[in-house]
């Protein structure tokens, strides 16, 4: 990495939807069995919680296929073997952006509570992983520079907790994301991930009533 690069990624930004699957740094990563990669996900909570935004793009690489869970089924062990049974050696990188106006100590609270949506995937933080969560806040734009004192507005610690719940659902579904939009790929030496398949996956969300069909009752 390299100062271009960050400067790269920050002038080629754009609005609208964010590519998911095997893109950028998640090219190469395996989730749970599967073909992992790049994936976000995120929440609004209600006007009277202060209507605000919690956004996750995570980088997954990590855990093994008896243990993944979607929709709290345990998928995993229903699902046709991909890649043999290993270690859970990797890892996931997760960014947390919000506009609640949250100080630092603040946002350390709410990226802690990015390992229990993983939890909620399967994932028990082994102890290969080298997991890396981060978090910021758009609030109080006005709050850096040199001059006078700054106002800063910050939103009480005992008003965070739709914040963590809206944290650990969008890292859940951004892992999801990240799983779907992948898609099967062969690296070097003719090593191959398959993606997870699609068919069999709604195939078990079904026999758990976690999928209903369009127009259905």
């Known amino acids: 990495m390299k100062p271009e690069d960050a400067l790269h990624a920050l002038n080629s930004a754009s ?10 740094g998640g090219t190469g990563m395996i989730c749970h069995g599967f073909k992992g990669g790049t994936g976000t996900a995120s929440r609004r909570i209600s006007a009277k919680q202060g209507g605000y ?5 995570v980088q997954c690489n990590y855990g093994v296929q008896s243990e993944l869970r ?10 046709p073997p991909a890649i043999p049974a290993k270690a859970d050696t990797g890892s996931i990188i997760a960014a947390l952006a919000t506009d609640a106006p949250l100080l630092p100590h603040q946002l350390r609270r709410l990226a802690r509570r990015v390992p229990l949506g993983l939890g909620r995937m ?17 609030a109080n734009p006005g709050a850096w520079g ?34 779907i939009a992948a898609r099967t790929m062969k690296g070097i030496n003719d090593f191959e991930v398959w993606a997870i398949p699609h068919a069999e996956l709604q195939q ?11 127009g259905a009752p």
Do not use: H
């Open 122 to 138: 399967g994932s028990y933080a082994a102890d290969g992983s080298g997991d890396i969560f981060i978090a910021f806040s758009t």
């Open 15 to 24: 609005s609208g939807a964010v590519a998911e699957g095997n893109v950028g």
């Open 53 to 57: 935004t919690v956004g996750v793009l």
């Open 70 to 79: 979607i929709a709290g089924i345990p998928v995993g062990r229903e699902l």
């Open 204 to 214: 078990v969300l079904k026999k758990y009533n976690r999928l209903v069909e369009p």
């Open 146 to 179: 040199s001059g006078a004192v700054k106002p800063v507005a910050m939103l009480p610690n005992n008003a965070m907790d739709p914040l963590f719940l809206a944290t650990v659902q969008s890292v859940e579904e951004a892992v999801v994301n990240a799983m």
